[in-house]
């Protein structure tokens, strides 16, 4: 699989594309520029991936297993080839996860699932309940990739203290309709006492011009 690397040092940030996106849309959507800056002084260097949607929670004619089964598949190919791949290259031991959208679920998701790979997790404007791209089927290995579902039930007390160490950053806008979304999966977060900062800004803010705005302010932590 193909991926882009922007900076030469500084934390490592892992970028996920929106729904079915490839490995250049940040790149071509001015993302990547809105953090020039922050590239080129040496605070972080991103490692901009690819994405396997049409094949995972887009391949609507698959069962639900074999969609998840295909999201393991690749995180499997983060874990083992991209974040060796990304220490090899800076021995930076921070990352960041970022994406927004269906991006944003791929990012929080894989902090909830690594959160001793993770620093931080930022999320812009997220999906966090994966039933829609299940058919409502919530079983099996599904139901691991599902954090509306796995935070819910999650009662081991170690794993908990593991994602409370996570620093997790929830925006989106008070007009998008993924809103309320946010506001309930930070609600179940609240109820395992994982602290994390949800965000809502004014307007639709389910656009790239707003993404840009929210990356800039959350990505060296500010809230």
């Given at each position: 699989m193909e991926l882009l690397i922007f900076g030469?040092?500084?934390?490592?940030?892992?970028?996920f594309p929106t729904s079915m996106g490839k490995y250049y849309e940040w790149e071509d959507r001015g993302m990547v520029h809105a953090l020039s800056d922050f590239i080129d002084q040496g605070w972080m260097q991103l490692y901009?991936?690819?994405?396997?949607?049409?094949?995972?929670?887009?391949?609507r004619w698959k069962h639900p297993l074999d969609r998840a089964r295909?999201?393991?598949?690749?995180?499997?190919?983060?874990?083992?080839e991209v974040l060796p791949l990304s220490t090899s290259k800076n021995s930076n031991p921070f990352l960041i996860t970022i994406g927004a959208s269906f991006g944003a679920y791929h990012a929080v998701n894989f902090a909830l699932r690594h959160p001793h790979l993770t620093g931080r997790a930022i999320g812009l404007s997220g999906v966090y309940n994966m039933a829609p791209w299940t058919d409502g089927y919530g079983g099996g290995e599904v139901y691991f990739h599902n954090p509306v579902a796995y935070i819910a039930n999650e009662h081991d007390e170690w794993r908990i203290e593991a994602i409370r160490r996570v620093d997790l950053i929830l925006a989106t806008g008070r007009d998008d309709p993924l809103r309320s979304q946010n506001e309930e999966f930070s609600h179940l977060l609240w109820q395992k006492h994982i602290w994390h900062a949800l965000r809502i800004w004014d307007g639709w803010a389910h656009d790239w011009p707003y993404w840009k705005q929210m990356v800039r302010l959350y990505i060296g932590g500010s809230d």
């Open positions: 030469h040092a500084g934390a490592r940030v892992l970028v901009c991936v690819d994405s396997v949607d049409k094949e995972s929670w887009y391949a295909r999201q393991t598949d690749y995180e499997n190919y983060l874990t083992r």
